[in-house]
């Protein structure tokens, strides 16, 4: 009898010490990695830095943070995936990476780095759409885009028009 309390006792600490590890020490350290992966690829973005140095960093990125992207269900770890592809022109895998991405979250950015990534791709009929969806819910997006920059624009205005319109509409009656 007490050997069957002990191995119940130990097989009980063991499935603890199994769970916190699944559920606890990982995802923080997942969380760490990301912070860290988040970092360096800012860094890269902002500094623009000679491919010979970016790829190598890029790689390092992904490789850091690919075990911890199916770790949650947070759309920041496919976005730094895919802005990683990215800077090693791994644009199919980018784009796959943030439509999972805008599963999670539809972040006005990510339409717009899935939008870009499609034009990279030479898609462009399938990132118009996603491009004007971005900057209708933040214009300050528009910045950004250079292809289709006059597309986009007038289709935000149009759209910006059309609700003031039906505001105005709205108050009269």
């Not at 214009?139 to 935000?156: G, K, M, N, T, Y």
Request: aromatic share 6%; glycine share 0%; net charge positive.
């Amino acid at each position: 009898m007490i050997r069957l309390r002990r191995t119940a006792a130990l097989l009980l600490w063991a499935t603890a010490l199994v769970a916190a590890s699944r559920y606890v020490f990982e995802p923080l350290r997942c969380n760490r990695v990301e912070a860290r992966v988040i970092r360096s690829t800012e860094k890269l973005n902002r500094e623009n830095p000679p491919p010979e140095f970016t790829a190598p960093r890029a790689r390092q990125n992904l490789e850091s943070i690919a075990p911890c992207v199916y770790c949650s269900v947070d759309a920041s770890r496919y976005m730094v995936a895919a802005a990683n592809l990215r800077f090693l022109n791994r644009n199919a895998e980018a784009a796959s990476m943030y439509q999972t991405a805008l599963l999670y979250d539809q972040r006005p950015e990510l339409y717009l780095n899935l939008g870009l990534t499609l034009i990279d791709l030479q898609r462009d009929s399938e990132a118009l759409p996603l491009l004007i969806k971005a900057c209708t819910f933040n214009p300050e997006l528009e910045a950004q885009i250079s292809l289709h920059h006059d597309e986009v624009r007038e289709a935000v205005d149009s759209l910006y028009l059309r609700l003031v319109r039906e505001e105005k509409e709205k108050r009269t009656q």
